[in-house]
Each structure stands twice: as structure tokens, then as C-alpha cells.
């Protein structure tokens, strides 16, 4: 369906929205933005006015050098708006991602490169020059579209592919990295020989196109725009930049999905967490929002990460297995990493799994715990009662809110 039928069918009701109109004016707080289409109503307030609305205790928290905003006691809102509001978002700004990447050793590399993004650029040093050594290889993004047959002829124009970053937040709110330069984008295409794409930054809700202060996340955030350009560059390339919260991500992955004026055909995420660590907010809103893309024909690519079925660093491991979501919605694209060697016998090289070990990284599978469960629910995925007001954090009914799962 297009994007209006699918508003149509499955946004928000409008009758819902002076229903939010007059409890945010209750408790003296300002409805800031509404959006039908991706069922959201902003709410803007004081700490104290917050608070009191939903019923819980906002303060600031560290844990090592992180500090964020988080609350004490479960959501709470009144039983006019049961059956409306779906989910709470917002009150709570920790970071809830983490970006899927490993750096490759020019000294240790073996021709380490991936389907799409496994786990967050892997392997950028790889992309961009070749080894020298004989037992080393590495592979420019056209190079990979001739190994995957590439069909010829066809450079992506009349596209839009989103691309999904997020930035971490000072204590302010204010976004502290990370973004891209054209300089940068400008120098690696003309090494290609192509002309730079047409590239847009998108700022979501406090995200921002924000490059030079973390060149670790810059150079993530670049590699997506250089791969993307290189296989399709007659397509054009918007950058949406969201908050690193589950409020964030949702909000990045709707505004690239729901946007009626670009249009975007694909959406790549290279973000994720394990399923077990994911808050039920980010889980069943963001598996939303996958199915409302599928519904209106966008791919949405997600990465399964970078450290195989474990989907957590070493020293966090639980030694169980685990699955990286978004990926492992079935209404997203999964891409694993794939490991290419020259080959002694053949022009083409030698494809197998990426596996190093715990050290090297390897690519992310295994089996979903929230897509089997999801099935049960008696209540349809799409259905017009579901204004997401973007002031709170959890989900909530009227018989049992959920409670915090996190201690802070």
C-alpha cells in the first residue's frame, strides 16, 4: 500500500488526539508535535510537571561516566486514556544501543569483509586499501558488487536509501557526535572514480549531523554513506539522526519510514541489542514499525551483529545464546558477515562465515525469543486507537503497567 493507505488504515485515530490535548493541559504540560502517521504525540513539560503526570520520580543518575535521566515507580495514566496510549517513551535517556563494529588490523587481516554491516562497519581500514601482504586481501565496495554480480545498468536513480545513526546526548540533551564531512565523502569518491552522492542530513528529535567529535563514530557514520553511494550511487542518501534512547531509535527508524517526502525504498540500520537486554518499549515499537514498512514495500536491512550467538561483549556474557534485534524481526532484513580469501585455484575469492573468536568478532544468529512470543497477543498489529504520546517509558494497560525492568 502507499504511505497515506497506510495512514489510513493504520494511524492514529484523530478523535484520540484532544483526548492527549487535555491531560497534557492538566498537568501543565504542551503537546509539542503530532504525527497520525507514526502514531505519536510529543509532550514538552518541567521535571515536576512530568513527573506528577505519569506518576513517577525523574532524577539523574551515573553509573562510571555515564550520567542520564532516569525514574523511580511504574508509569502511570488515567483511565480515559487505556486502550489509546499504547506506550510511554522518553522519560528515560540512558543510551540503550550499541554500534556493531570491529576494527581491522592491517597487521592481522585476512580479506575480512561483510554481506552489508554485520555488526558496524566492520572492517572499515579494509575497505578503503589494499594489504600488501600475500595472505592479506581487501575489497573496494565496487569490487564486492562484481563478486556478488551486481546486475550492470542500474545505479539506483529515482531511490532515497536511509541510513540509520544515532548520537549520544550531553546532560543538556545536546547530540555529542556523530556525524560525517563532505570533504571526507568528496575524497573517497573521486578515489572511486564517481561522482559523490546527493546526501541529506535528517535531524530527528535532538539528533544531528554533528562530525569531529568522536572519529571513531564519524568514521562508522561515513563508511554506511561511502558503501551505500558506491553500489548506488545514481541513488540519494538520507542520513536520519536520532537519539542513542529507545525514544530515539523508534523515532529515527518511523521519521525514515513514514517520510512522505523523501520516500525512502530501503532503510539500513547497522544498531542493535540483544533481544533479552531490549526494553519491551523498544521491542514491540520498533517491530511496529518494521511491519508498517513492509506493508508499504521498504526493505529494512538490520545487522546481527559482531560477536556471534553470544550478541555481547566477552565479559558481559551470560553464556547463553542470543539474537541481535532488529535484525531478528521477520519483518527485517537480517545481513550477516562473510569472510572472502583469495584463492589459489580461481580469480574469485574463497566465501565462508566470519568467525574470529571472542577477540576477532563474528557474525551474529541464532534464534528469536520475542518474534514466537510476539504471535500470541490477541491484539492486531494495526489498529487506529495507538497514539504514542513521547513524554514517559514504558507500556502500559490499564489492568497491569510494566515496570521498570532496569536498576539504576
Known amino acids: 500500500m502507499t504511505r497515506a493507505e497506510l495512514t489510513n488504515t493504520a494511524g492514529a485515530d484523530p478523535n484520540d488526539i484532544p483526548k492527549i490535548d487535555a491531560f497534557a493541559r492538566e498537568h501543565g504540560l504542551s503537546v509539542t508535535e503530532v504525527s497520525i502517521a507514526r502514531r505519536i504525540v510529543k509532550l514538552c513539560g518541567t521535571i515536576r510537571d512530568m513527573s506528577a503526570a505519569f506518576g513517577v520520580k525523574l532524577q539523574r543518575y551515573k553509573a562510571g561516566t555515564l550520567s542520564y535521566r532516569g525514574r523511580t515507580g511504574k508509569v502511570k495514566i488515567p483511565f480515559s486514556l487505556a ?13 540503550t544501543l550499541r554500534p556493531h563494529y570491529r576494527v581491522l588490523s592491517g597487521t592481522k587481516a585476512v580479506a575480512t569483509l561483510t554481506t552489508e554491516s554485520t ?3 566492520h572492517r572499515r581500514k579494509g575497505m578503503h ?26 545505479d539506483g536513480s529515482g531511490q532515497t536509501i536511509a541510513l540509520i545513526e544515532l548520537n549520544d546526548v550531553d546532560s543538556q540533551g545536546n547530540p555529542i557526535g556523530a556525524g560525517y564531512s ?7 569518491f573521486q578515489g572511486l572514480g564517481l561522482t559523490p552522492p546527493s546526501v541529506t542530513a535528517v535531524g530527528v528529535d535532538g539528533g544531528a549531523n554533528v562530525p569531529g567529535k568522536d572519529s571513531n563514530a564519524d568514521a562508522e557514520v561515513t563508511l554506511d554513506i ?50 533479552e537486554t531490549s526494553t519491551p518499549q523498544m521491542l514491540e515499537g520498533l517491530d511496529q514499525a518494521l511491519q508498517e514498512a513492509a506493508a508499504i514495500g521498504v526493505t529494512v ?20 545464546t542470543h539474537v541481535d534485534f532488529p535484525a531478528s ?45 510476539r504471535h500470541i497477543s490477541r491484539t492486531p498489529m494495526f489498529h487506529r486507537r495507538a497514539v504514542r504520546p513521547e513524554g514517559g517509558e514504558y507500556p502500559m494497560s490499564r489492568a497491569m503497567p510494566i515496570p521498570f525492568r532496569a536498576t539504576p
Open 129 to 154: 586499501r589494499n594489504f600488501s601482504r600475500s595472505t592479506s586481501a581487501s575489497y573496494t565496495a565496487i569490487q564486492i558488487a562484481a563478486i556478488y554480480s551486481y546486475p550492470s545498468g542500474l
Open 226 to 275: 561511502e558503501v551505500a553511494g558506491a553500489l548506488a550511487p545514481g541513488a540519494a542518501i538520507a542520513v536520519y539522526f536520532g537519539t542513542n534512547t529507545d525514544d530515539g531509535f523508534i523515532q529515527a527508524v518511523t521519521a525514515a519510514i513514514h517520510d512522505d517526502v523523501r520516500k525512502p525504498s530501503i532503510v539500513s540500520i547497522s544498531w542493535g541489542q540483544t533481544e
Open 329 to 373: 524481526s521477520p519483518y527485517a532484513l537480517a545481513c550477516g558477515g562473510t569472510t572472502l580469501a583469495p584463492s589459489s585455484t580461481s580469480n574469485a575469492p574463497v566465501e565462508t562465515v566470519w568467525n574470529r573468536g571472542a577477540q576477532g568478532g563474528a557474525t551474529g544468529g541464532g534464534v528469536s525469543t520475542f518474534s514466537p512470543s
Open 83 to 95: 486502550g489509546i496510549i499504547e506506550r510511554v517513551l522518553g522519560l528515560d535517556d540512558r543510551p
Open 119 to 121: 555488526g558496524r562497519r
Open 182 to 188: 563532505t570533504s571526507d565523502l568528496e575524497a573517497y
Open 301 to 320: 536491512c538490520g545487522a546481527t551483529g559482531d560477536d556471534g550467538s553470544a550478541d555481547m561483549i566477552k565479559k558481559q556474557w551470560d553464556h547463553k
